[in-house]
């Protein structure tokens, strides 16, 4: 799985803009993680829903290819259950709840460095390939 963990993180820009890390792949699941700074705050100096979303949706692409199949998201969800703010450390993990031949779906908590959840988040992916088809 590292190749998959070394690649996305590396050539995925806006996750890297972001300054979101994946921190662990292993099949079907991954963590990533983000720590809350000026950049990720809205207008009310809180996290921006789409921070979260973005923190969430790097840790489902990661689980989501971490079978060495390129797999891209066909459809996602998010309910935020309470507020982040700034010096947060937020954690999104993901978890595989459902696979078959070309569908997968996942599971994401988005958790705060208190283990309180921050939001749930699901995701489908479409299931492309094998991953030495596009790297």
């Known amino acids: ?14 996750a890297i803009h972001s300054e979101i890390k994946l921190i662990e792949v292993s099949e079907g699941h991954a963590r990533a993680k983000m720590v ?5 705050l809205n207008g009310l100096k809180l ?6 979303f973005t ?7 990661a689980a989501a290819n971490s079978r060495q199949q390129a797999a891209v998201g ?18 999104a993990e ?15 908590e988005v958790k705060n460095q208190s283990e309180t959840l921050v939001a749930t988040f699901q995701g489908t992916a479409y299931k492309k390939g094998p991953w030495t088809d596009y790297i």
């Open 47 to 52: 996290v921006h829903g789409g921070a979260i």
């Open 94 to 108: 993901a978890r595989e709840i459902f696979s078959n031949k070309s569908l997968s779906g996942y599971m994401v």
């Open 55 to 61: 923190l969430a949706d790097l840790a489902f692409a």
């Open 1 to 14: 799985m590292s190749n998959i963990k070394e690649f996305i993180s590396k050539n995925d820009k806006y």
């Open 74 to 91: 066909i459809n996602a969800t998010i309910s935020y259950i309470r507020p982040a703010g700034m010096g947060d450390i937020l954690y």
């Open 36 to 40: 809350v700074e000026d950049i990720h």
